[in-house]
């Protein structure tokens, strides 16, 4: 049983109640400011207090004060306002105000809370000193690069680490829409902007990024480019250093890269003029693993062994992991997994790539609700598959203690999931 402080309008409070109490909680005080809770707490402190995101209610003052005496804080935001004032204030869970209480439930009794940011006083010694950048890319014909990067961010933060996903895609970024969020401002395009002048400071990256809310894991969003036009925004020099600058803020940066390698030096005649792919060039080459989509279908895997021999002359293919997407016998025919393995290892020699089965009813639900496949469709083969492959080669490895068990972890034990990697 967990004791609450509501500090919620009067319809949200009703809403509220009755499932509360059904859940075997108890509500010690309805409060109506940010003063009144701090009287509350230093008397008789809740387990945990739950308020409207509202300059009122949601003060730094009444966060410091809770965070003294223990106390969770859960926001409800009303409008994009609210989740970013919350958000400037450093609270990460943060729910959007029409939530079900089955959202809050989850999240109170049983939800990952969200990681600290880098330079907190909460961040683990083990945690290293900056964090790892993945780069997703695949080539042309809509091989499910977003998708994949989406869903690989969404992992990463439900396994308990902070995370940004960049939107790099110089062509035209789809991870706001496919999130249902509202992408006016390109929050990566800024960011640049602040990198160019040295002014990215963490402040301004908070109010220049979006924030994916999820009792599972929530992560940090920079919004690609609206108008395809605004490519001369993203420079190599200010992609590389927004990049090195989010090693300092997150664990993870995960990128969504376009699909085009060419470095147009053949088709400018001026040297120093701006490059339309150097963004997604930069981000494969600070990228500490970059993962190779493709389409598993004819078309799309002729596509990608073409696109393939190019990768190769811009990095090394050893911190490659190759993905197909949609692996599905309607297009593949019989045994479509091995037709695939075999395929690439004839004509790519690529040995063992990863498997995504196609779910287009699962894709199709996270899509129409804006939300992740874990959020969305938690069940889904292809949301399996991909967890399976975040937790055995992106995660890095928990650490071996002296004296235990020596068992294998739950997750490392699924059929088709690949044990601890030998020391080298």
Same mark, same amino acid.
């Given at each position: 049983?967990?004791?609450?402080? =509501?500090?919620?309008? %009067?319809?949200?409070?009703?809403r509220f =109640?009755?499932?509360?109490?059904?859940?075997?909680?108890?509500?010690?005080? @309805?409060?109506?400011?940010?003063?009144?809770?701090?009287?509350?707490?230093a008397?008789?402190?809740?387990?945990?207090?739950?308020?409207?995101?509202t300059?009122? &209610?949601?003060?730094?003052?009444?966060?410091?004060?809770?965070?003294?005496?223990?106390?969770?804080? $859960?926001?409800?935001?009303?409008?994009?306002?609210? *989740?970013?004032?919350?958000?400037?204030?450093?609270?990460?869970e943060? +729910?959007?105000?029409?939530?079900?209480?089955?959202?809050?439930? %989850?999240?109170i009794?049983?939800? !990952?809370?969200v990681?600290?940011?880098?330079?907190?006083?909460?961040?683990?010694?083990?945690?290293?000193?900056?964090?790892?950048? /993945?780069? /997703?890319?695949?080539?042309?014909?809509?091989?499910?690069?977003?998708?994949?990067?989406?869903?690989?961010?969404?992992?990463?933060?439900?396994?308990?680490?902070? /995370?940004? =996903?960049?939107?790099?895609?110089?062509?035209?970024?789809?991870?706001?829409?496919?999130?249902?969020?509202l992408?006016?401002?390109?929050? +990566?395009?800024?960011?640049? @902007?602040?990198?160019?002048?040295?002014?990215?400071?963490?402040?301004?990256f908070?109010?220049?990024?979006?924030?994916?809310?999820?009792?599972?894991?929530?992560? #940090? !969003?920079?919004?690609?480019?609206?108008?395809?036009?605004r #490519?001369?925004?993203?420079?190599?020099?200010?992609?590389?250093?927004?990049?090195?600058?989010?090693?300092?803020?997150?664990? +993870?940066?995960?990128?969504?890269?376009?699909?085009?390698?060419?470095?147009?030096?053949?088709?400018?005649?001026?040297?120093?003029?701006p490059? *339309?792919?150097?963004?997604?060039?930069?981000?494969?080459?600070?990228?500490?693993?970059?993962?190779a989509?493709?389409?598993?279908?004819?078309?799309?895997?002729?596509?990608?062994?073409?696109?393939?021999?190019?990768?190769?002359?811009?990095?090394? &293919?050893? @911190?490659?992991?190759?993905?197909?997407? %949609?692996?599905?016998?309607s297009? $593949?025919? =019989?045994?479509?997994?091995?037709?695939?393995?075999?395929?690439?290892?004839?004509?790519?020699?690529?040995?063992a790539?990863?498997?995504?089965?196609?779910?287009?009813?699962?894709?199709?639900?996270?899509?129409?609700?804006?939300?992740?496949?874990?959020?969305?469709?938690?069940?889904?083969?292809?949301?399996?598959?991909?967890?399976?492959?975040?937790?055995s080669? $992106?995660?890095?490895?928990?650490?071996?203690?002296?004296?235990?068990?020596g068992?294998?972890?739950?997750?490392?034990?699924?059929?088709?999931?690949?044990?601890? %990697?030998?020391?080298?």
């Open positions: 049983m967990v004791s609450l402080a =509501l500090a919620v309008d %009067r319809r949200t409070e009703d =109640l009755d499932a509360i109490v059904e859940h075997g909680h108890s509500v010690v005080a @309805r409060l109506a400011s940010a003063a009144d809770i701090l009287s509350l707490i008397s008789r402190p809740p387990d945990v207090v739950l308020l409207g995101a300059p009122d &209610t949601l003060t730094a003052e009444l966060l410091a004060g809770c965070d003294a005496r223990g106390v969770r804080v $859960i926001a409800l935001a009303a409008s994009d306002v609210e *989740r970013r004032h919350a958000v400037q204030l450093g609270l990460h943060v +729910f959007d105000a029409e939530s079900d209480w089955s959202e809050i439930e %989850r999240a009794t049983g939800g !990952i809370p990681p600290s940011r880098i330079g907190d006083p909460t961040r683990t010694s083990a945690a290293p000193d900056k964090g790892t950048v /993945v780069a /997703v890319w695949g080539p042309s014909g809509a091989p499910g690069r977003t998708t994949l990067a989406i869903n690989i961010a969404a992992e990463i933060a439900a396994a308990g680490h902070t /995370v940004v =996903l960049v939107d790099a895609d110089t062509y035209g970024g789809t991870v706001a829409p496919a999130l249902g969020m992408d006016e401002a390109p929050g +990566f395009a800024a960011a640049c @902007r602040l990198a160019g002048s040295e002014s990215l400071t963490r402040s301004e908070e109010r220049v990024a979006q924030r994916y809310t999820s009792p599972h894991g929530a992560f #940090w !969003i920079l919004t690609g480019l609206g108008s395809p036009s #490519w001369p925004e993203l420079s190599s020099t200010r992609v590389t250093r927004t990049i090195q600058a989010l090693r300092e803020w997150v664990d +993870f940066v995960v990128v969504d890269t376009g699909f085009s390698l060419e470095s147009d030096e053949e088709i400018s005649s001026d040297l120093f003029a490059r *339309r792919n150097a963004a997604t060039l930069s981000a494969l080459r600070e990228a500490d693993q970059v993962i989509c493709g389409l598993a279908d004819p078309v799309g895997m002729a596509r990608f062994l073409r696109a393939w021999v190019d990768l190769g002359d811009i990095l090394t &293919t050893e @911190r490659v992991v190759v993905v197909m997407n %949609r692996v599905r016998a297009a $593949i025919g =019989l045994n479509p997994a091995a037709q695939v393995e075999s395929t690439l290892r004839r004509f790519g020699g690529i040995d790539p990863v498997l995504v089965p196609h779910d287009q009813q699962a894709l199709d639900t996270a899509v129409l609700a804006g939300r992740t496949l874990r959020d969305a469709a938690p069940k889904s083969p292809a949301r399996i598959a991909i967890r399976r492959f975040v937790r080669q $992106i995660l890095p490895e928990p650490p071996m203690v002296e004296g235990g068990s068992r294998i972890p739950r997750w490392l034990r699924m059929p088709g999931a690949k044990g601890p %990697r030998p020391s080298p």
